[in-house]
Every structure is written in C-alpha cells, then in structure tokens.
T-cell receptor, first 109, second 113 residues
Framework: GEDVEQSLFLSVREGDSSVINCTYTDSSSTYLYWYKQEPGAGLQLLTYIFSNMDMKQDQRLTVLLNKKDKHLSLRIADTQTGDSAIYFCAESQGGKLIFGQGTELSVKP | DAGVTQSPTHLIKTRGQHVTLRCSPISGHKSVSWYQQVLGQGPQFIFQYYEKEERGRGNFPDRFSARQFPNYSSELNVNALLLGDSALYLC????????????FGSGTQLSVL
C-alpha cells in the first residue's frame, strides 16, 4: 500500500530533545522529507535526505534513515516552544509526495 | 523573492457550486502540484503539471480538474461541490517536478456548507 505511518502525538519539555519517527513503504523512493505545519499555515520544508544517505545534520535537526527497515526519524535538539507544530514525513514517488498523518509536537515550558 | 502564492486564502461555498483556486509558483519553477488536506490528516496528491502538461493525477473524481498556463501559474477547479470537499487546498512548486524539493504555499481553506 501507500501508507506512510507516524505516531500522532509527542510531548516534550523545553530544552529536551524530540525524536519523531516515521515508517515508509516504497524502497525506491529517492528522497524523504520532513515538513512542519503551524496552525492555519501551509507546509514548511524543514529538511530532506537522499535515499543513499544514512544521516543528515542541519543545525538542530538530525535525520536518520534506516533503509532496511524503511524507518526515518527526525531529532530536534534543544526543543523550543516555537517548535510546537505538526511534523509530516513524506516519501517521493516520481513527481508526487506521499505524506504521513503527521505528528503533533507539544513543547511544555 | 516571493514564495508560492495562492488565492483566495479562504472561501465559503454551498453544495453543488463550483470553485476555482489559483496558484503562482516560485519564479523559475516549471512544475505545480495540488494537494488536498482534510482536517487531521496529511496532504493527499491531486494533480501535478509540468510545462502545461498533466504529469500525474491522484485518486480524485472527475469533478476535480486543473490546468497550467504559459506563465506556469495554475488553477484548480472543483465542480458540483460536496460537503466532503471542505479542506485546505495546497499548491506546491518545484523546478522540474521529479524527485525534488516541493515548496508549498499557505493554502486556500475551502468550506462547503
């Protein structure tokens, strides 16, 4: 099937690390993406990883890719209240993206 | 540089009406895609256009149609609106439309009463 799966909710304290997990389906996906959506807004591209990479780091964000298990994770270091949002992982299939349901991250002060 | 722009931002329609949503891609981008995001779910692919040609279509009824103009802007049309068409409609642009980063607009929130 086409399902990309994510856990629905994550709650962390300010300053802690957040880890959002995702499993995808298509082993031939070339790129995998993480998008952030704040209330009432569109999707903001946070980061992406090419399928032949295991890890990508971009400031506070670290993406880990396990191709064997089709597992993708996003780690946010030193999580801030401004990081509270819904995070979507997505896999590319040709010209379209297949999105998960999104993980709502709640950051408590 | 302007990002992806969509209009209108909000729209209220009644069942049976039709609606036209508009999108301008990032300057230089030749591919435009449309996604539907129902509340509480991830976006679902509707269409992709590249160089004015339809490149892909998602699992949506024929009531949904789109086109891309010579300046690469795009319209999404939905006929015979149903209550279930209420959603956030997102437009995304990319350079070439194949295995690339997609940049999204802020969306059009459509409410069908």
């Amino acid at each position: 099937g086409e399902d990309v799966e994510q856990s629905l909710f994550l709650s962390v304290r300010e300053g802690d690390s957040s880890v959002i997990n995702c499993t995808y389906t298509d082993s031939s996906s070339t790129y995998l993406y993480w998008y952030k959506q704040e209330p009432g807004a569109g999707l903001q591209l946070l980061t992406y990883i090419f399928s032949n990479m295991d890890m990508k780091q971009d400031q506070r964000l670290t993406v880990l890719l396990n191709k064997k298990d089709k597992h993708l994770s996003l780690r946010i270091a030193d999580t801030q209240t401004g990081d509270s949002a819904i995070y979507f992982c997505a896999e590319s299939q040709g010209g379209k993206l297949i999105f998960g349901q999104g993980t709502e991250l709640s950051v408590k002060p | 540089d302007a990002g992806v722009t969509q209009s209108p931002t909000h729209l209220i329609k009644t069942r049976g009406q039709h609606v036209t949503l508009r999108c301008s891609p990032i300057s230089g981008h030749k591919s435009v895609s449309w996604y539907q995001q129902v509340l509480g779910q991830g976006p679902q692919f509707i269409f992709q256009y590249y160089e004015k040609e339809e490149r892909g279509r998602g699992n949506f009824p024929d009531r949904f149609s789109a086109r891309q103009f010579p300046n690469y802007s795009s319209e999404l049309n939905v006929n015979a609106l149903l209550l279930g068409d209420s959603a956030l409609y997102l437009c995304a642009s990319s350079l070439l439309g194949e295995n690339e980063k997609l940049f999204f607009g802020s969306g059009t929130q459509l409410s069908v009463l």
